[in-house]
């Protein structure tokens, strides 16, 4: 063979080997690529199945089971008395030139109610109208009831029945407290009738103001003001779930949302029966008053009835019932082994419920069973009613499970205690 052909053999030979290399190389780059596509049925159907479902368990705990009753209520005014003028304040002169009440605030002794041609208007609690002017050395059961209102707006003044030297002084410490000039009569102080306005009573609320500035008192008795002689309410109602939350004597706090006010109560009085629109409830305030509006709603807000210390609770989805009616809690122990605990049950609140176990293996901190991961609500083998919450005489409504079969063998036992 010559020379030239040996050469060209060895070409075609190395080139022969390098495609083959080649080859190689791109179906082991393709298989790479797409091997990891490429499955089988069984394994396609296997990698669709869902993943297998585990417990999920939130621990046990010792906490106050207590939440308040939200609802809606109004605010409402109690029957109202006129107060009017003194005797002798009317006619043409007699002109309203400033109103210091408004409604829906508490009147209270000593002060002034408005302003009647520039002298002031006291509101004092007196058996009786004033019926004179009281000057000095006037002697009578008018002046022992000045005396004694006097006293009681921190005077120190005796109550002698007689208008002395102590008693003018007193009259002036009242006007000077309030900025006015004290009347006199001559060098000595003295108190005219058409000055006080007699109130039956302190800190009754003025439900409405009848005179403005600019008013002329012309009639014989005219009308300033209107007090309220019951005191101002809250009613709301509740239905049946919170009628048995709802004590005498329980406190509330009451919110005007227009404004953001908020004033304390005490509950009154609760229904012993249903109205239309529930139980109704009706609640006193105990501090400041809110004004009635009508066509307005309060948010009320009553305070749990009865506090106790902390219980032993679980959340309510962890409370089954089987059908012989027994509740039981399914707890997690050692090596995710699954137990149920017969309970007794009591208080709910904030979706935790009160239990008592009826055996070992429940205690704070211990995991119970609220569910499992990967499963539909409704279980296979429980439907209708068994799906579902059922009521209990005196316990809360708990999820209900059918009888449940033995676990399978390829997990963990589980007992009943």
Known sequence: MSVPALITGRRRAALSVAAAVLAAALALAIGILVGP????????????????????????????????VITRGTVRPGTSVKVTAPAGLSGDTAVVTRVVVRAGTPLDEGTVLAEVSGAPLFGLVLPFPLYRDMGGGMRGPDVTAVQTALRRLGTGVRATGTFDAATGRAVERLYRSRGYPPPR????????RTGIVALDRDGRTVSA????????????????????????????????????????????????????????????????????DGYTVTLAFTGDVLPPVEDRTVLVTIDPARKTGPVLAVPVAAVYARPDTVTFVTVEGEGRRLTDVVVGTGRIAGGWVHVTPKGP?????????????????????????????????????????????????????RSTR
């Open 185 to 192: 009569q001559g060098k000595s102080a003295m108190l005219p």
């Open 361 to 413: 293996g429940l205690d704070a901190g211990t995991r119970v069973v609220v569910g499992r991961s990967g499963e539909p609500t409704v279980r296979a083998g429980r439907t209708g009613r068994d799906a579902g919450r059922v009521p209990a005489v005196g316990r809360p409504q708990l999820r209900r499970r059918a009888g449940r079969a033995r676990p399978p063998a390829d997990r963990p036992g």
């Open 37 to 68: 596509s490429v499955r089988s049925p069984a394994q396609a159907v296997a990698d669709a199945a869902p993943p297998a479902s585990s417990p999920v368990t939130v621990a046990a705990e010792r906490r106050v089971l207590a939440e308040p």
């Open 209 to 276: 103001v009848r005179v403005r500035v600019g008013s002329v008192l012309r009639d014989p008795a005219p009308v300033l003001l209107e007090l309220d002689t019951a005191e101002v309410t809250v009613r709301a109602t509740v239905d049946a779930g919170q009628r048995a939350l709802v004590r005498t004597g329980t406190t509330a706090a009451v919110v005007d949302e227009s404004g953001g006010a908020v004033a304390r109560a005490v509950v009154r009085a609760v229904a012993d029966r249903p109205g239309a």
